[in-house]
């Protein structure tokens, strides 16, 4: 329970299975919500100009699911007509089109819906211990923190 009016649903996971954009949605059901706003984050051909090959994700899972209850905690003293938060992140490596993060926040009304997800993915990339290796076609790779948005190149 995240906050004194009623219970949130919640659901939190950091996995090396591919992310099931049904379930997080599934997840998300209530039937006091009259919005499921979904965010699907994946794996883009190009960044900056550069053409991906695929990517590889790690993360220090037990803080990371801290900090998706704490974004949850923070979604529930924000917006405390939301009924469900699910954040789902995944590890490993992932071709082109592979879903890397699922976002869905329940409410009775879009507004707070849209903004809540926002702030949740927002927040889950400033502040979650997990990082990416973009492999690009060259040859080279980069591993990039999300939680600290810095590039480090390696041939």
Known sequence: ??????PIKTSFEVTFAPLDLNRAYALAEDGHNGAIVVMSGRVRQDTGGRAVRYLEYQAYEPMA?????SIAQ??????????SIVIHHRTGKLDLGEISVLIAIGAPHRAEAFAAC????????????IWKKEFWADGSSSWVSIAQCETITTA
């Open 74 to 83: 923070q979604i529930g003293q924000r917006w405390p007509i939301v009924r």
């Open 118 to 129: 926002q702030y949740a993915i927002d927040t889950l990339k400033h502040e979650a211990p």
């Open 65 to 69: 699911l801290k900090v998706f209850e």
């Open 1 to 6: 329970m995240l906050n004194s009016s009623f």
